[in-house]
């Protein structure tokens, strides 16, 4: 049986995050970024500084097969502003199977919302993921024009199962655009249940101090994998690996894994140009409803030319009883859950003196999982 290179990997400790719900917007008023003055909203203990929820409850398929929406949160600011933390709150939790963050600065999904506002658009209807509905095409023709200068920003992982709120260490923030659309792609699980509703929330925190530093993003998934295309034959048990090269110094913040109901084991290190190695994270026995958001007790310094490896393993054999389909049949890489996937979002910060003693402190709600 293939495992992964398990030595002297940190197993990370696990402890069940406390959700509140929060049911109604908080009024802010946005500071120009820079500005030494602070937000005109009251702190106290872990109270979001906005929240923003779908406008009415969608009712997920109902034929069994995964479903893909994408969908526009009511966000509005002529400024740039920083979040200091964000937490993505699932309406349905046994059918939001993930859920990723984007931004769009072109006005291109805001004109789509205006014209029917809440209305899911199929995240993979059109080309390159941009969705371009045929009845509102027919409706406003310049739509394509504008579609043609549409620019996305990956926002980032905002929720998996056993997720907990990002936070981000002082004088640090995640760069939020002026006049920029907030777009969720949420990924709902087929059960074949008639009448399941969603009205999921994401919860904003704004830094309340001068941001100095901007929080960046790493995600290695199909494209790093070293052998690819990936396949998963029926009745197999097998190990994958990516890898990826970093170019510049930098500090990690956190990490988010991702595999789907075959994965077993899961691990991520990386190799700097002298051959050190360090052990990022590593869970031996992966568990797709605890994938979570791990922070590193400090800033974890990973140097230029260094390389990242990702390790899972994988179990396509009808022993195993998470298996999505039985019996087993040959798996490629997709998105949906019947499928795999073998990934990780990184979030980091440009290298500084002295980042390897800053903590990353858990001042927003309850502390995410740390890793020693």
């Known amino acids: 049986m293939s495992t992964v290179d398990s030595g002297e990997i940190r197993t990370p400790y696990l402890s069940k995050p406390l959700i509140n719900v929060w049911n109604s917007f908080q009024r802010f008023d946005i500071c120009?970024?820079?500005?030494?003055?602070?937000?005109?909203?009251?702190?106290?203990?872990?109270?979001?500084?906005?929240?923003?929820?779908?406008?009415?409850?969608?009712?997920?398929?109902?034929?069994?097969?995964?479903?893909?929406?994408?969908?526009?949160?009511?966000?509005?600011?002529?400024?740039?502003?920083?979040?200091?933390?964000?937490?993505?709150?699932?309406?349905?939790?046994?059918?939001?199977?993930?859920?990723?963050?984007?931004?769009?600065?072109?006005?291109?999904?805001?004109?789509?919302?205006?014209?029917?506002?809440?209305?899911?658009?199929?995240f993979f209807n059109g080309n390159g993921f941009f969705p371009l509905p045929d009845e509102l095409l027919r409706q406003n023709p310049n739509l394509a024009e504008l579609r043609?200068?549409?620019?996305?920003?990956?926002?980032?992982?905002?929720?998996?199962?056993?997720?907990?709120?990002?936070?981000?260490?002082?004088?640090?923030?995640?760069?939020?655009?002026?006049?920029?659309?907030?777009?969720?792609?949420?990924?709902?699980?087929?059960?074949?249940?008639?009448?399941?509703?969603?009205?999921?929330?994401?919860?904003?925190?704004?830094?309340?101090?001068?941001?100095?530093?901007?929080?960046?993003?790493?995600?290695?998934?199909?494209?790093?994998?070293?052998?690819?295309?990936?396949?998963?034959?029926a009745g197999e048990i097998k190990k994958g690996t990516?890898?990826?090269?970093?170019t510049e110094d930098i500090s990690l913040i956190n990490l988010s894994p991702h595999m789907h109901y075959r994965g077993t084991e899961f691990a991520a290190y990386s190799i700097s140009p002298r051959g050190k190695r360090t052990n990022l994270i590593g869970i031996p026995k992966w568990d797709f409803n605890w994938q979570g958001l791990y922070h590193f007790k400090k800033l974890?310094?990973?140097?230029?030319?260094?390389?990242?490896?990702?390790?899972?393993?994988?179990?396509?054999?009808?022993?195993?009883?998470?298996?999505?389909?039985?019996?087993?049949?040959?798996?490629?890489?997709?998105f949906d859950s019947k499928s795999e996937m073998l990934g990780v979002f990184f979030e980091y910060l440009e290298y500084e003196y002295g980042d390897e003693e800053i903590r990353v402190d858990g001042d927003v709600l309850n502390p995410a999982h740390e890793i020693n």
Request: hydrophobic share 35%; net charge negative.
């Open 148 to 233: 043609k200068r549409i620019s996305i920003t990956d926002g980032g992982s905002a929720y998996t199962p056993g997720y907990t709120p990002k936070i981000y260490p002082a004088a640090s923030g995640k760069l939020l655009r002026k006049n920029t659309a907030l777009l969720v792609q949420i990924h709902y699980s087929g059960s074949g249940q008639i009448g399941d509703m969603d009205q999921s929330k994401l919860k904003l925190f704004f830094c309340k101090q001068p941001v100095r530093r901007e929080v960046k993003q790493i995600l290695i998934e199909q494209q790093h994998l070293i052998s690819n295309p990936f396949l998963l034959r």
């Open 32 to 122: 120009p970024v820079g500005s030494t003055d602070y937000y005109s909203v009251k702190e106290s203990g872990g109270e979001p500084d906005l929240v923003l929820q779908l406008g009415s409850p969608y009712e997920i398929r109902s034929d069994g097969e995964d479903d893909f929406k994408l969908f526009v949160f009511p966000f509005q600011s002529d400024t740039n502003v920083y979040l200091k933390s964000v937490e993505f709150v699932p309406g349905n939790r046994s059918r939001v199977h993930h859920a990723w963050m984007f931004e769009d600065t072109t006005g291109y999904f805001k004109t789509l919302d205006s014209l029917s506002p809440g209305y899911p658009f199929d």
């Open 242 to 246: 990516s890898r990826y090269e970093v």
């Open 300 to 334: 974890q310094k990973i140097e230029a030319g260094s390389s990242i490896f990702v390790e899972g393993v994988f179990d396509n054999t009808a022993e195993n009883p998470l298996n999505s389909v039985l019996p087993p049949v040959d798996v490629y890489w997709d």
